[in-house]
């Protein structure tokens, strides 16, 4: 059950979020999606299609532009793949309430991807190039750092 962390923490009577479990798996293409979330503390979720889910992980301040340039990430629970496309909002009293929006969304190519290390080429409206996520174990268990990747 990939999505039950997702479903135990939602009440799918009250919020617009997807349940998941709708769409089918093996299209072509592997989609990213960046939703801006209004939440209690505003972040950005940044969340990769891998293996019939999006893989995902909420960045506190901002994606970071310049090669070099790292900010903290937090993994969170594996998110359906219908929530690529999801904007709305989510209602007081429910988990993650607030506004969320997509403030990108395109195809990456993963270079590398294990379970300490993750580099992937994003094509985006906002985000291009090469991006990498490495884990901060010193940090925590759920924390990473998202780089932007030099070029070339
Ligand atoms: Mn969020």
Not at 107 to 135: H, T
Request: overall charge negative.
């Amino acid at each position: 059950m990939p999505l039950k962390e997702y479903r135990e923490k939602r009440d799918f009577s009250k919020t617009g979020e997807p349940e998941g479990g709708e769409r089918e798996a093996g299209r072509v293409g592997k989609v990213f999606v960046v939703q801006e979330h209004q939440a209690s503390h505003h972040h950005f979720d940044l969340r990769f299609e891998r293996g019939g889910v999006l893989v995902s992980f909420a960045v506190p301040k901002s994606i970071p532009e310049k090669p070099g340039e790292k900010k903290l990430a937090i993994r969170t629970e594996d998110h359906p793949l219908e929530y690529a496309d999801f904007e709305g909002n989510i209602p007081e009293g429910e988990y993650g309430a607030g506004e969320v929006k997509i403030w990108d969304r395109g195809l990456y190519e993963p270079l590398e991807w294990n379970e300490d290390r993750i580099e992937v080429v994003m094509k985006g409206d906002r985000l291009s190039g090469r991006y990498v996520l490495i884990r901060f174990k010193k940090a925590g268990e759920k924390e990473w750092l998202l780089l932007k990747g030099k070029e070339g």
